[in-house]
C-alpha cells in the first residue's frame, strides 16, 4: 500500500465522521495523485455546491460534471474530487455512487431526478396529523427499496447486499394520537403496507421514539424524506440538540405544512451518524423501481408464482391465486390495486425511457456520420 493510499484511509482521516472509509479511499486514490482533495457534497445550491473536505468546508463550481445529464448532476450525499485550491473552485469528478434515491421528475416525463446519494438508511416520514395515505407510502417504499439499483442506473453504482439502503417508516407527531390502542392499531395498517420494514411512532414535542431513532441513523447516512408538514426538520433539530432547520407550524386547517427546507443538507450528528433533511415531496413519480415495487408488494409476488398461467394479469383469468386470495379476504383489494397502478406507472416510464435513449442514440449516430462523411470530403479535396 503506498504512503498516500495508507493516509487517504487512515482510521483518523478528518472526513471519517462523514462516512469516509477504505472503500473511498481507494475509489478517490487516482485522482489523488492528481493533486486533488475529496471531499462530500453537504448542500447544493444554483450549480454551486457546500463539499466538506479536510481543509474544512469550501465552495465549488459543479460545471466540470456534466451538467447536461439530470442523473450526473452534483447532488448533496456525493463524494467528489476537488481543487486543491484557487478561486472559484471546481468540482472534478463524482466518485461512484454506491446508492441514489431516483424519482421521476415528472409522471409525464422519461427523466429521472437524483435526491440523495450514498444512504445507507431511507426515512419514510409520515405524519399522524393527517389520515394515513397508503398508496403515497407505498409509492416511497418501493422508491426506496430501488434504491441501490438507481445507483447501477448510473453506470458507476458499486450497489450490492453491503451496499443496500434500508428503509425505515417513522409515524411522526405520535403525541397527536394519545390512545395507545388506536396508534397500536395505525402501526399494524402500517406494517401490513410495508412488509419487513421497521415502523417506529416518534414525537419531537415529547421525545417519544426518538432515542430509539436515534439509534437508527447512528450508523451511516440517513436520508428524511416525506410531504411538506411531515415533521422532518423538526425532527433533523430535535436530533441535532439545536434550532439548525427552519421550521414552521402546520395550517390548523389541514395540518399540512409549508416548504421551510428548500435545498437538501447533509448534517452532522452529535452522536455519530450523518443526516440528510430534504425538502417535502409534492409528487413522488417512479423511476426504474420495479425491483422496489416488487418488494414492497411481496405477498402479491409470492402469491402470482401460484396462479396457473405464468403470464397471469391477475385480472380474471382462470386459476388465478392472486385473485383468490382477495376473494377469500387474506389479500386487500386496496393492495392489489396499488401493486397495479404502481407497475403500469414504472413500466410507462421505462418504455419511454427507452424511447428517449434510442432517439438520442439515434441523433449522436446521425452527427458522428454528417462529421465523418465531411472529414471524408474534405480528405478527398486535398487530393484532387
Same mark, same amino acid.
Given at each position: 500500500m503506498s504512503f498516500l493510499h495508507s493516509r487517504l484511509s487512515s482510521p483518523s482521516h478528518p472526513l471519517t465522521p462523514y462516512g469516509w472509509d477504505a472503500d473511498w479511499a481507494a475509489a478517490f486514490a487516482p485522482h489523488a495523485e492528481r493533486g486533488l482533495l475529496p471531499g462530500r457534497v453537504v448542500r447544493v445550491d444554483r450549480g454551486r455546491c457546500d463539499v466538506v473536505t479536510s481543509d474544512g468546508t469550501v465552495q465549488a463550481d459543479t460545471a466540470f460534471v456534466v451538467p447536461r445529464d439530470p442523473m450526473r448532476i452534483v447532488c448533496t450525499g456525493d463524494w467528489v474530487a476537488v481543487d486543491p485550491g484557487g478561486d472559484p473552485r471546481f468540482v472534478r469528478t463524482l466518485l461512484p455512487r454506491r446508492t441514489?434515491?431516483?424519482?421521476?421528475?415528472?409522471?409525464?416525463?422519461?427523466?429521472?431526478?437524483?435526491?440523495?446519494?450514498?444512504?445507507?438508511?431511507?426515512?419514510?416520514?409520515?405524519?399522524?396529523?393527517?389520515?394515513?395515505?397508503?398508496?403515497?407510502?407505498?409509492?416511497?417504499?418501493?422508491?426506496?427499496?430501488?434504491?441501490?439499483?438507481?445507483?447501477?442506473? $448510473?453506470?458507476?453504482?458499486?450497489?450490492?447486499? =453491503?451496499?443496500? !439502503?434500508?428503509? &425505515?417508516?417513522? /409515524?411522526?407527531k405520535a403525541d397527536l394520537v394519545p390512545d395507545a390502542t388506536? $396508534?397500536?392499531?395505525?402501526?399494524?395498517?402500517? =406494517?401490513?403496507? !410495508?412488509?419487513? &420494514?421497521?415502523? /417506529?411512532?416518534?414525537?419531537?414535542a415529547t421525545g417519544e421514539g426518538v432515542d430509539m431513532f436515534r439509534a437508527v441513523v447512528a450508523d451511516g447516512t440517513s436520508v428524511l424524506l416525506g410531504i411538506?408538514?411531515?415533521?422532518?426538520?423538526?425532527?433533523?433539530n430535535t436530533l441535532l440538540g439545536e434550532e439548525v432547520m427552519d421550521v414552521r407550524a402546520t395550517r390548523d386547517v389541514d395540518g399540512k405544512g409549508r416548504h421551510t427546507t428548500t435545498t437538501r443538507n447533509l448534517l452532522l450528528l452529535p452522536g455519530g451518524g450523518i443526516l440528510i433533511d430534504t425538502p417535502g415531496l409534492r409528487g413522488v413519480g417512479l423511476f426504474d423501481a420495479g425491483t422496489g415495487v416488487g418488494q414492497v408488494f411481496s405477498e402479491i409476488e409470492g402469491l402470482a408464482r401460484e396462479c396457473r398461467f405464468h403470464d397471469c394479469a391477475h385480472d380474471g383469468e382462470p386459476g388465478c391465486?392472486?385473485?383468490?386470495a382477495v376473494e377469500d379476504g387474506t389479500l386487500h383489494v386496496r393492495r392489489l390495486d396499488s401493486y397495479r397502478k404502481l407497475l403500469r406507472e414504472d413500466r410507462r416510464i421505462a418504455a419511454k425511457t427507452d424511447a428517449r435513449?434510442?432517439?438520442?442514440?439515434?441523433?449522436?449516430?446521425?452527427?458522428?456520420?454528417?462529421?465523418?462523411?465531411?472529414?471524408?470530403?474534405?480528405?478527398?479535396?486535398?487530393?484532387?
Open positions: 441514489a434515491f431516483v424519482r421521476s421528475t415528472s409522471s409525464q416525463r422519461s427523466e429521472g431526478q437524483v435526491l440523495a446519494t450514498n444512504v445507507d438508511h431511507v426515512v419514510v416520514c409520515v405524519s399522524l396529523a393527517l389520515e394515513l395515505d397508503l398508496g403515497r407510502l407505498e409509492r416511497f417504499l418501493a422508491l426506496a427499496m430501488s434504491s441501490t439499483a438507481g445507483a447501477a442506473l $448510473l453506470g458507476d453504482g458499486t450497489g450490492g447486499p =453491503e451496499h443496500e !439502503a434500508r428503509p &425505515v417508516v417513522l /409515524l411522526t388506536a $396508534l397500536s392499531h395505525l402501526v399494524r395498517d402500517v =406494517e401490513r403496507s !410495508a412488509p419487513g &420494514v421497521p415502523v /417506529l411512532p416518534v414525537s419531537s411538506s408538514g411531515a415533521g422532518k426538520s423538526t425532527l433533523a391465486a392472486v385473485l383468490r435513449l434510442r432517439g438520442e442514440a439515434r441523433r449522436e449516430w446521425k452527427r458522428r456520420s454528417a462529421e465523418g462523411k465531411a472529414a471524408m470530403d474534405a480528405k478527398r479535396g486535398r487530393f484532387r
